[in-house]
């Protein structure tokens, strides 16, 4: 499974971002995705899941954010509404795929940069 993020860039607090992530190889074996986040000097948070239609979300951005599937287009979205300057961090699309053999193995994009500024 190969991940492809796009959509960061720089924006102004209050503003919306919308980042895409394109999934391709095996994407019939992928059984969760999900959008992470890593701040300067920070570990690496969940921001949202989806996995067989629900949905979750850090607290942080509950309200805010919102997570999609185009399941005919192998894609996911993340729709980012209200920007806070704390928002800013390295956006990463994770996607849980089965293999052959079971186990679930974790495929991670490049990342794509957002930054808010206040």
């Known amino acids: 499974v190969q991940l492809v993020e796009s959509g960061g860039g720089l924006v102004q607090a209050g503003d919306s971002l919308s980042l895409s992530c394109a999934a391709s190889g095996s994407t019939f074996s992928i059984i969760t995705m999900a959008w992470y986040r890593q701040a300067p000097g920070k570990q690496r948070e969940l921001v949202a899941a989806?996995?067989?239609?629900?949905?979750n979300y850090a607290d942080s951005v509950k309200g805010r954010f919102t997570i999609s599937m185009d399941n005919a287009k192998n894609t996911m979205s993340l729709q980012m509404n209200s920007l806070k300057p704390e928002d800013t961090a390295v956006y990463y699309c994770?996607?849980?795929?089965?293999?052959?053999?079971?186990?679930?193995?974790?495929?991670w994009g490049q990342g794509t940069q957002v930054t808010v500024s206040s």
């Open positions: 994770s996607a849980g795929a089965q293999s052959i053999t079971g186990e679930i193995v974790t495929y």
């Open positions: 989806t996995a067989s239609g629900t949905s």
